[in-house]
C-alpha cells in the first residue's frame, strides 16, 4: 500500500535524493541540503500551526511504499507565494503596431515581467520515483494534495497555480535562459536557477530587463520553448490539465515553462470531493478507483481504494493506514 503524508525531519535523507535525481529546473525542490532543510521545517511548522487564512505556509507532501518502507515521491501545496518576497513571471500579452497610412496592422507577441499571481496558491516540488509513474501512484501522489485543501479551504487562496518545468537539455542547458537571461545574468542556468531559492528575489528586477521583450526579436531556438514543457513533466501535466488547470499566458521568467492556474474551488477533486463514514470489511478489490483522505492536518494520511456501492468499504490496513476507525468520517474523490 502507499500512503501519502506530510514530510518530517526523519524523511531528510531520501528527500535530498528526490532533488539530486529531479535535476536542474525545479526551482522548489532545490539540490541543496540547507534549503530542504529549511523546507521542511517551515513544512512542518505550516501543518502544525493554527490557521484561519491563507498565510506564508508550505505543505510538504511524501509517498510511503508500507512494503518496502522506502519514500518514492514528494510534492508540495503552498499557501500563498509572493508576499514576503516577490513572484515573477512573464506575462505573454500582444502588442499592436498600426499604420493608418500604410494599411498595416501587425499583432506582436511580447513578454512583460509580471507580479499577477502574488497571493495566489501554488502546486509545486512534485518528483516521483520511475519504477513508480504507473498504476495511479502519480495521481495519488499530485492529487492527494487537492483532496488536503478540500478538508482545509481556509488555508489556501482562491486561485490556485501550478509551476511547470520548462524545455532543458540533457546537459542542464536552457534554450530560453540562454537567448534571454544569460545576456542579463551572466551565469549558467543551474546557477540562476539556485539562487531563486537562497537569496532575495528583488536581484531579479534589478537585472532582468524592465521593459517588454518582443518575442520576433529573440532567436528561434528562445520562441520555440516558451510555453512548452519538459518531456519529464508529460504526466503531471496531463494530470493538471485533467484537474481543469490550463495555461493563462503566463510563463517562468528563467526557462519560459509553463504556469497552469485555475479558480480553486473548480478544481476537479475538490470540486467532486465527498465525505462519508468509514466502513470496516474485507478490501474492495473491484470497482471505481478513489483517493482517500482522513480529515486530520498534522496527521493527514491519503490512499487509494476502490469503491463499489454507495458505503466507503475499507480494510482494517487500510483504515490503520488511514490512522482512523470504523465510522470516522472521510474524504474521498472518484478518479
Same mark, same amino acid.
Request: hydrophobic residues 40%; glycine residues 6%.
Given at each position: 500500500?502507499? +500512503?501519502?503524508?506530510? +514530510?518530517?525531519?526523519?524523511?531528510?535523507?531520501?528527500?535530498?535524493?528526490?532533488?539530486?535525481?529531479?535535476?536542474?529546473?525545479?526551482?522548489?525542490?532545490?539540490?541543496?541540503?540547507?534549503?530542504?532543510?529549511?523546507?521542511?521545517?517551515?513544512? !512542518?511548522?505550516?501543518?502544525?500551526?493554527?490557521?484561519?487564512?491563507?498565510? !506564508?505556509?508550505?505543505?510538504?507532501?511524501?509517498?510511503? =511504499?508500507?512494503?518496502?518502507?522506502? @519514500?518514492?515521491?514528494?510534492?508540495?501545496?503552498?499557501?500563498?507565494? $509572493?508576499?514576503?518576497?516577490?513572484?515573477?513571471?512573464?506575462?505573454?500579452?500582444?502588442?499592436? &503596431?498600426?499604420?493608418?497610412?500604410?494599411?498595416?496592422?501587425?499583432?506582436?507577441?511580447?513578454?512583460? #515581467?509580471? &507580479?499577477?499571481?502574488?497571493?495566489?496558491?501554488? @502546486?509545486?516540488?512534485?518528483? +516521483? !520515483?520511475?519504477?513508480?509513474?504507473?498504476?495511479?501512484?502519480?495521481?495519488?501522489?499530485?492529487?492527494?494534495?487537492?483532496?488536503?485543501?478540500?478538508?482545509?479551504?481556509?488555508?489556501?487562496?482562491?486561485?490556485?497555480?501550478?509551476?511547470?518545468?520548462?524545455?532543458?537539455?540533457?546537459?542542464?542547458?536552457?534554450?530560453?535562459?540562454?537567448?534571454? $537571461?544569460?545576456?542579463?545574468?551572466?551565469?549558467?542556468?543551474?546557477?540562476? =536557477?539556485?539562487?531563486?531559492?537562497?537569496?532575495?528575489?528583488?536581484?531579479?528586477?534589478?537585472? #532582468?530587463?524592465?521593459?517588454?521583450?518582443?518575442?520576433?526579436? @529573440?532567436?528561434?531556438?528562445?520562441?520555440?520553448? /516558451?510555453?512548452? &514543457?519538459?518531456?519529464?513533466?508529460?504526466?503531471?501535466?496531463?494530470?493538471?490539465?485533467?484537474?481543469?488547470?490550463?495555461?493563462?499566458?503566463?510563463?517562468? /521568467?528563467? =526557462?519560459?515553462?509553463? +504556469?497552469?492556474?485555475?479558480?480553486?474551488?473548480?478544481?476537479?477533486?475538490?470540486?467532486? %470531493?465527498?465525505?462519508?463514514?468509514?466502513?470496516?470489511?474485507?478490501?474492495?478489490?473491484? $470497482?471505481?478507483?478513489? @483517493?482517500?483522505?482522513?480529515?486530520?492536518?498534522?496527521?493527514?494520511?491519503? /490512499?487509494?481504494?476502490?469503491?463499489?456501492?454507495?458505503?466507503?468499504?475499507?480494510?482494517? %490496513?487500510?483504515?490503520? $493506514?488511514?490512522?482512523?476507525?470504523?465510522?470516522?468520517?472521510?474524504?474521498?474523490?472518484?478518479?
Amino acid at each position: 500500500m502507499l +500512503i501519502v503524508r506530510p +514530510i518530517k525531519k526523519d524523511d531528510t535523507k531520501t528527500f535530498n535524493n528526490f532533488a539530486a535525481a529531479a535535476g536542474v529546473g525545479h526551482t522548489n525542490l532545490p539540490n541543496n541540503a540547507v534549503q530542504l532543510a529549511q523546507k521542511i521545517n517551515h513544512s !512542518e511548522l505550516s501543518f502544525a500551526a493554527s490557521v484561519d487564512h491563507a498565510g !506564508e505556509e508550505g505543505y510538504t507532501f511524501v509517498m510511503e =511504499d508500507t512494503l518496502t518502507h522506502q @519514500l518514492v515521491g514528494t510534492c508540495t501545496a503552498d499557501a500563498t507565494v $509572493g508576499l514576503s518576497e516577490p513572484y515573477y513571471t512573464y506575462r505573454i500579452d500582444q502588442v499592436t &503596431h498600426s499604420s493608418s497610412d500604410l494599411a498595416i496592422n501587425n499583432r506582436v507577441p511580447a513578454l512583460h #515581467m509580471s &507580479h499577477d499571481y502574488t497571493g495566489a496558491s501554488r @502546486l509545486s516540488s512534485f518528483y +516521483i !520515483e520511475p519504477d513508480y509513474r504507473c498504476d495511479f501512484y502519480d495521481q495519488l501522489l499530485s492529487k492527494s494534495r487537492l483532496l488536503f485543501m478540500t478538508c482545509f479551504p481556509e488555508r489556501f487562496s482562491a486561485t490556485t497555480i501550478a509551476e511547470i518545468k520548462g524545455v532543458i537539455d540533457e546537459n542542464g542547458i536552457s534554450p530560453f535562459w540562454e537567448g534571454v $537571461g544569460r545576456h542579463f545574468f551572466t551565469m549558467d542556468f543551474a546557477k540562476a =536557477d539556485l539562487l531563486t531559492t537562497s537569496s532575495n528575489k528583488h536581484f531579479i528586477t534589478n537585472l #532582468m530587463p524592465r521593459y517588454p521583450l518582443y518575442v520576433p526579436l @529573440l532567436n528561434q531556438q528562445a520562441q520555440d520553448v /516558451i510555453g512548452q &514543457h519538459h518531456d519529464d513533466a508529460e504526466d503531471i501535466v496531463n494530470i493538471l490539465e485533467h484537474e481543469g488547470m490550463h495555461l493563462e499566458g503566463h510563463v517562468d /521568467i528563467f =526557462d519560459a515553462g509553463p +504556469i497552469l492556474e485555475a479558480r480553486t474551488r473548480l478544481i476537479r477533486t475538490i470540486r467532486h %470531493a465527498e465525505q462519508t463514514q468509514a466502513v470496516m470489511g474485507d478490501e474492495v478489490v473491484q $470497482g471505481k478507483r478513489v @483517493l482517500v483522505c482522513n480529515n486530520s492536518c498534522v496527521d493527514f494520511r491519503c /490512499i487509494l481504494a476502490r469503491k463499489q456501492s454507495d458505503a466507503l468499504v475499507l480494510s482494517k %490496513a487500510q483504515l490503520e $493506514g488511514l490512522q482512523v476507525a470504523a465510522g470516522n468520517t472521510l474524504t474521498y474523490c472518484h478518479l
